[in-house]
């Protein structure tokens, strides 16, 4: 039996269909999740593979101490020994906790099903190379890189339980939250469009911002714009600040330094815009645009427009 | 305020990438080493400018073989007061992180901080493992974090937007960008380094529970399609039709 844990506290994310159809390929799924998620919401799980949904809704997630505990219940009362996360922000802090606790090894970013051997494709360096990981326990725990593997529809909703676990007092004390409202966070978004030194000014970013609005796309920034102060930090994509592997990346006025390229190099499709021809980001690219971005970009957002009108 | 920092060996992020025997090993050939950026940049640099303004002591820990004595002497350079190395190979993020939990246990810390990650193998499980190996809280992903008393205030990331959170200390906690700036070793700090404690320890008898068998390089990407940039209906077709990304 695998067990997938599921985060739902801003509702089902495509990555958490993707780990369920990746954990179905490897033997019957049960999810688990908690939080306040309906259960007709929880119940779509089953269309992806779920055979059932277990839901404890006195834990909140906040500490994620208590979510390990959670989880460590469930496995146990399950009888399972792979449990498999997505390697978004939930998984990578909850998968190391449950690791010790539950003695497993962690296959943490995993792109990959196991191999005959049981072996785990990983990247690494970020994203210079691909690590094969094998696991010595016999229990284990696989975290998915997002946007690894298409989620796949196969059959219908299914029960959802009711489940209670013993988690201990919170440590962790929530003050406040904010949540940018109308914002498409960075690290799920499908299409990002990023830009750089090169639109020369933080008040020419309105421009970005139409084109993003027009994809539905997150925006971005390289290190140099947030360190100025252009931009906020967590817009900040590359080595030493956000990766993302979205679908479509659209660069613009970035030369594509390799630490900005670790960050990015795992996007499906690279559009680089740049006015230098010798800009390193055009050999990464899949489409390049030798261009005055203020010219290029008004004139791709209307293409775009066109082309959803049509 | 007794801080450790835990640091590891990462190779310059312009380094060439290759490996050896048989693809099992990165090849450390002509590749130059720093302290992960993570470690150093938010999680040491905050962590001294604790003890700037709220007295304390910074002991930085890695676990390695002597060849990592360079960059403890850097991160030494920087401000740490003392230095401890873990003598052994680190196998994997589990026997790392319990090498570590065994020195945190017999030497008690009122706060332990990571990178988030390292550049060279981007797991992000050191941290949330020895937290869980000395049964501490564990927060991740911190942006800032403030301490009054033995009262911690952190903020960090979550998905879609931030949390301001409380804990209190001990714990251990995962820094990313925002925590605080780099800073460059002057000759006074580097001259200071050579005089530091650096106590290098056995490691505890730990197994670890994964391995890397093998490397490979990922495939070439296809050359890129130039575009005329009076000609964005061309673009915007092909990323329909071919990409299939809109």
Known sequence: MILVYINSTNGISKASFEAVTYARKLGDVIALSNGTLSSEELAQLGTYGASKVMVDRSVNGDDQQQV?????????????????FSHDLYGKSIAPMLSVSMQAGLVSGAISLPDSEGCIDVNVFSGKAIGKVKVSSSSKIISLLPNSLPPEEIASPCPVEEFSSQVGDAAIKVISTKKPEG?????????????????KGPENWGMVEDLAKTLGAATACSRPVADIGWRPHHEHVGQTGVAIRPDLYIAIGISGAIQHLAGVNGSKVIVVVNTDPEAPFFKAADYGVIGDAFDVVPRLNEA???FKAS | MKILVCISKAPDTTSKIAFTEGNSKFDENGVQFIVNPYDEWYALVRALELKENNEGHVTIITVGSAGDDAIIRKALAIGADEAVRIDT?????????????????????????TGKETINYNGSQVGGMLAAGLDLPFVSLATKLDVSGTSLTVEREIVGGVQVIEVEAPAVISCAKGMA???????RGIMAARKKPLNVMPAADIKGLTEFVSYTMPGEKSAVKMIDPENMDELVALLHSEAKVI
């Open chain 1, 68 to 84: 390990t505990r959670m989880i460590a219940q469930a496995a146990s009362s399950n009888g399972s020994n792979t449990v498999v």
């Open chain 1, 183 to 199: 914002e498409i966070p960075l690290p799920e978004a499908e299409r990002v469009v990023s830009a750089g030194r090169g639109l």
């Open chain 1, 304 to 306: 775009i427009q066109k």
């Open chain 2, 89 to 113: 190979d680190p196998k994997d993020a589990y026997y790392t992180a319990m090498q570590i939990a065994a020195y945190a246990k017999e030497n008690s810390f009122d706060l332990i901080l």
């Open chain 2, 181 to 187: 700036e780099q800073r460059i070793p002057n000759m």
